[in-house]
């Protein structure tokens, strides 16, 4: 009987995946739960990670349910815990980041932690404590335009500070340059300067290796999953995890391919582009939706005559000027809602067709459609691209998933995935 390690809570689907891909991919068995779980898990695994859907949800009630998935991995006896937010910092003005940060730290006990979007390999880097996506500032980048939470500050000492009640420090790139033990020191006297939070600077690989290494004994890391990079090696030194072992073996699964897609962002629709010169494809449009076009049933009947002769794509993205139009119409919730449930129904009439294999990209879409398809808890397999593993949700008939958070993958990634699984 393993002992469970590392206890996750992440403020949504896609972002639980990619940590979980993480953990793998550093040899612990990493197994993604959708909510608290309500019966038992699977024993062998060392990492627990439960995906929430709180990065959007009212305050209070993000609050709730990440101190009450919290008290779930407590009980289940985690020795440490990691908070899990998008490499963008995805929020609003209240949060949710801050004030679950702090909930969670004031369950713990604790009164610091360390906050690090920063995952270079997929060009997400912190400097002077303010975020770049690829060569642009964050408030630059296409998350200015996010449908949910537009991002218009890359000060993240700033944009965090407003959104806790502690007071946030910086470990700045001229200090992790020099190592675990200098780290080790900031973190120390930040804390010493009251400080309850540390952004810290990261710009690739080596630095969150020795950033994870400088918190092996935090009780609680937040962060992108790039900062989970050191943390299965502080497990192996410790002795409590193999050196190496076999964690990305997935159970086959057959069945017919979809491509189904609700996020809005950049690589999205691009992805969606490259896929639309090859490949057929069935446009969602939200003020059809809310008219009450019965695009849902076109949407099925459409996908029955082809999807036994190749996969499908269909879609709700839209570029900004679509999206802030039907957000105009419709309210940016109602908008984004039309958009979910219809593909949420769309996953499962194409789950009766026979599709085993769905890639799916949105964070919020994926949660929606994981859960209209039953799935509860998925195994997490080997990455397509960095933070987007293949898995395999459990329930009676197994199915295939990648969830893809919106910015992630390289261009041709649907037509990647399906070719890894096929
Ligand atoms: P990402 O991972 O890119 O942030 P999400 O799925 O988390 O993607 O969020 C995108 C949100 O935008 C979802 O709520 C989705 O339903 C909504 N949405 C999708 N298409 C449209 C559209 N055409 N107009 C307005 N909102 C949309």
Redesign the pocket.
């Known amino acids: 009987m393993s002992q469970l390690l590392l206890g996750c809570i992440a403020d949504?689907f896609?972002g639980g995946t990619d940590l979980a891909s993480m953990l793998v991919r550093g040899g612990m068995r990493t197994l993604q739960v959708i909510g608290v779980p309500q019966g038992p898990i699977p024993s062998d695994v060392d990492a627990v990670v439960i995906a929430l859907k709180t990065?959007?949800l009212p305050t209070e009630e993000a609050v709730r349910e990440s101190v009450a998935a919290l008290e779930w991995l407590r009980q289940a006896g985690c020795k440490q815990f990691f908070f899990k937010y998008?490499s963008t910092f995805?929020s609003t003005a209240e949060g949710n980041i801050g004030p679950v940060a702090d909930a969670m730290m004031d369950a713990l006990g604790i009164d610091f932690a360390l906050a690090c979007p920063a995952f270079p390999e997929n060009k997400r880097t912190l400097y002077q404590g303010h975020l770049f996506v690829g060569d642009v500032l964050l408030s630059d980048s296409g998350m200015r335009h996010?449908?949910?939470?537009p991002m218009t500050d890359a000060n993240l000492v700033r944009v965090l500070g407003q959104q806790t009640k502690r007071e946030v420090g910086l470990v700045p790139y001229s200090v992790v340059a020099q190592g675990a033990a200098a780290i080790r020191e900031a973190f120390d006297a930040a804390r010493q300067a009251g400080k309850g939070y540390a952004i810290v600077d990261a710009i690739d690989n080596a630095n969150l290796n020795v950033i994870g290494e400088a918190a092996a004994d935090h009780t609680l890391i937040t962060g992108g999953s790039g900062v989970a990079i050191g943390l299965p090696e502080n497990f192996q030194r410790a002795g409590l995890l193999p050196a190496s072992q076999a964690a990305a073996e997935l159970p086959k699964v057959g069945g017919l391919s979809v491509v189904l897609?609700?996020?809005?962002?950049v690589?999205?629709n691009d992805q969606i582009e490259h896929w639309q010169k090859t490949r057929p494809s069935f446009q969602?449009?939200?003020?059809l939706l809310a008219d009450g076009r019965d695009q849902v049933s076109e949407a099925l009947a459409w996908a029955k005559e082809r999807i036994g002769k190749e996969p499908v794509l269909i879609?709700?993205?839209?570029r900004p000027e679509?999206?802030?139009?039907?957000?105009e119409r419709?309210g940016?919730?109602a908008?984004?809602?039309?958009?979910?449930e219809a593909?949420s129904i769309i996953a499962v009439g194409l789950d009766q067709m026979g599709v085993r294999q769905f890639v799916v990209?949105?964070?919020?879409?994926?949660?929606?459609v994981v859960k209209a398809l039953g799935v509860e808890a998925l195994l997490i397999g080997a990455p397509i691209d960095p933070g987007v593993p293949w898995t395999v949700g459990v329930r009676d008939v197994p199915v295939a998933l990648a969830l893809?958070?919106?910015?992630?993958g390289s261009l041709d990634f649907f037509e990647k995935a399906l070719g890894q699984i096929q």
Do not use: I, M, W
């Open positions: 949504d896609t990065r959007t998008c995805d996010h449908p949910l939470t897609s609700g996020s809005c962002s690589a999205t969602l449009d939200p003020l879609y709700g993205s839209a679509a999206v802030k139009a039907a957000q419709l940016v919730e908008a984004g809602q039309l958009v979910e593909l990209a949105g964070g919020e879409t994926s949660g929606a893809k958070s919106g910015n992630f």
